[in-house]
């Protein structure tokens, strides 16, 4: 069966420092997704992309987040200036239509020093 | 906005049948999806509904009822592997997203 893969599934950093995660959807679906899961707590949603743009963003995803679909396959999620707060497990989603499922990656762990 | 609320933790035991509650308030609805997440690891999809009623799937059912705004998964035949969080979470419509419950966490005991 087709996955979403993401890279690293471990990332450590240093308050203040940029980290990029890096996601491969699934070939043919086009509409992505980047959820975070802080410890303990619950499934946030972080910011959707369609058609090259981002189609809704919540409050979470503020100037020190950016995304990016550099070429056909990969899907990024930047964190210009890391804080502690930013420690979680980050999850990429990618799904085929609007009523369809979304495929989770088994997720990158950031832990911000 | 959205709520969703479903119980925090359950028990269980092994063979026996369980039930987990969701209820939300969206502004607008197009679907609910329930999904398993094991620990440390991704959310896993199993059951989506869009209209009122059952959708069975082996062992597992999924209920919804939108005018009460609720939704429960159903277990059967209880195993040891089920032990794990279980997320109900809604599309709104006119959106792309979906918006997780906070989980329910299944403990099966022998």
Known sequence: EPEVTQTPSHQVTQMGQEVILRCV????HLYFYWYRQILGQKVEFLVSFYNNEISEKSEI???QFSVERPDG?????KIRSTKLEDSAMYFCASGQGLNEKLFFGSGTQLSVL | GQNIDQPTEMTATE????????TYQTSGFNGLFWYQQHAGEAPTFLSYNV???LEEKGR???FLSRSKGYSYLLLKELQMK????YLCAVRDRNTDKLIFGTGTRLQVFP
């Open chain 1, 61 to 63: 995803f503020d100037d």
């Open chain 2, 60 to 62: 597992f059912s999924s």
């Open chain 1, 25 to 28: 959807p699934i070939s043919n």
């Open chain 2, 15 to 22: 063979g026996a049948i369980v039930q987990i509650n969701c």
């Open chain 2, 51 to 53: 209209l009122d009623g």
């Open chain 1, 73 to 77: 396959s990969n899907f990024t999620l």
């Open chain 2, 82 to 85: 089920d032990s794990a969080s």
